[in-house]
C-alpha cells in the first residue's frame, strides 16, 4: 500500500502545481492562499482511496481517475481553510495556518490588529471558497482524460450532496454540540455527527473512483453504494480511533499535545460514554479535569484511568474492531486484485494507527 499511496501522492503533486485554475486570481496573496495548503502535499490518502476504488472496478481506469482525485483532494483542503478560522487554529501541518499567513500578507496596509485579523479570515474564507471552485472544475475537465459528461454531471452534483450539504452540516451540528451544555449531549448525537463530517468526504473519494472507473452517472449503482458503505465504516473507525489518540496516544508520535480533546471539552463518543457510564463522583472528576490550561502528567492519567475504568475505552475499541470487521465484509464481494488489497490495508491503518 506504501509504494501505492507514494505513487498516487507523487501524481497528485503534479497535477496540482501545474494546474493551471488558479492563475489570474487576484490579489496575488489570495491566489497563493488558494495554492498554499494544496501544496504543503501531505499522505493524499482521499486521493489513493479514488484511485484504488476506481480501479477495484477498472485496472486501467488510471487516467480516468486522475482529475477526480485531484479534485477530492482540492476538495478536502478548501474544507481544512475554513476548518482552521472555526476552530481558532494558528498551525496546519507545522506550518501557519492560511488565515495566520494571510495576516502576515495583510500587515503591509497596516491596519489596527483586530482589523488586520478580520481581513485574514475574511481573504481565508474566499481562498476556500475559490478551492471549492477549483475542485468543481477538475471534475468538469476530467471529460478530457476519457469520463462521460453525463458521469461527470453525475460526479459533481455527488460532492455537492455529500461534501458541501452533508460534510458542512457535519461541521455545523460539531459547532452546536460545542455551544449546549455537556450533559445534553448523547454519544449517538455525536456518532451522527462523525458520520457528516467524516464519513461524508471519505464517502465522497470512494464513490467518485468508482463512479468513473464504472462510467456509471447513477450514486446507487450497487457496487457504487458498497464501496461508499466501506468507506463510510472507515470515517467511523478513523475518528474513532483519532478520539482514543487524543487521550491514550504517544504524544511526540501524534505529533500534537495529548490532551487537547480534553481542553476544549471535544463532544466525543468516548468522552460521552464515559461521562454516561461514569458514577456520579467520578463524573464531576472527570469533569474538573475539562477546560484546563495545562494538563500535568498526573491529570493526564487521573482522565485516562477515570474513561478506562467507566468501560467507555473498551467500548470504543469494540466499536472500532467491529467497524474494521464491517470494513472487511465490504470488500470480500469484489474480486482479489491489488486494489481490494490495497483497500484491505487502508481499512486496517485507520483502525490500529498509532499516529
Known sequence: ?????????????????????PEGIKPDYLKNAVRDYPMRKGKRLRPALVFWCGTLFDAG??????????????????????????????????????????????????????????????????????????????????????????VVSAMIANMLHLGSHELISGEALDMELSMRPLESVSPEEADTMIDLKTGALLRLAAETGAMAALQTDDPETPEVVRIGKFALHCGRAFQMQDDLLG????????????????????????????????????????????????????????AQQLIAESGAKTLIEKKIAELARSCEEELQIFPDC??????????????TRAY
Not at 265 to 276: D, G, S, V, Y
Not at 338 to 351: C, D, M, S, V, W
Open 1 to 21: 500500500m506504501r509504494q501505492s499511496l507514494k505513487k498516487i501522492a507523487g501524481l497528485i503533486d503534479r497535477v496540482i502545481a501545474n494546474d493551471a485554475f
Open 338 to 351: 491489488p486494489a481490494r488489497k490495497y483497500l484491505q490495508e487502508f481499512a486496517q491503518y485507520l483502525t
Open 247 to 302: 487521550i491514550y496516544g504517544n504524544e511526540p508520535e501524534l505529533g500534537k499535545p495529548i490532551g487537547n480533546d480534553l481542553r476544549e471539552a471535544k463532544r466525543t463518543p468516548l468522552l460521552l460514554t464515559a461521562l454516561q457510564l461514569l458514577p456520579l463522583s467520578g463524573k464531576k472528576e472527570l469533569i474538573s479535569l475539562l477546560h484546563q490550561d495545562q494538563y500535568s502528567p498526573e491529570m493526564l492519567r487521573q
Open 61 to 150: 481506469a488510471e487516467d480516468r481517475l486522475t482529475y477526480p482525485a485531484a479534485a477530492v483532494e482540492i476538495f478536502h483542503n478548501w474544507t481544512l481553510v475554513h476548518d482552521d478560522i472555526i476552530d481558532r487554529d494558528d498551525l496546519r501541518r507545522g506550518e501557519p495556518s492560511c488565515h495566520i499567513r494571510l495576516a502576515g500578507d495583510l500587515k503591509k496596509f497596516e491596519l489596527p490588529e483586530q482589523e488586520c485579523k478580520h481581513m485574514a479570515s475574511s481573504f481565508a474564507i474566499l481562498a476556500g471558497d475559490l478551492q471549492q471552485a477549483w475542485a468543481v472544475d477538475l471534475l468538469r475537465r476530467s471529460t478530457t482524460r476519457g469520463v462521460r459528461q453525463d
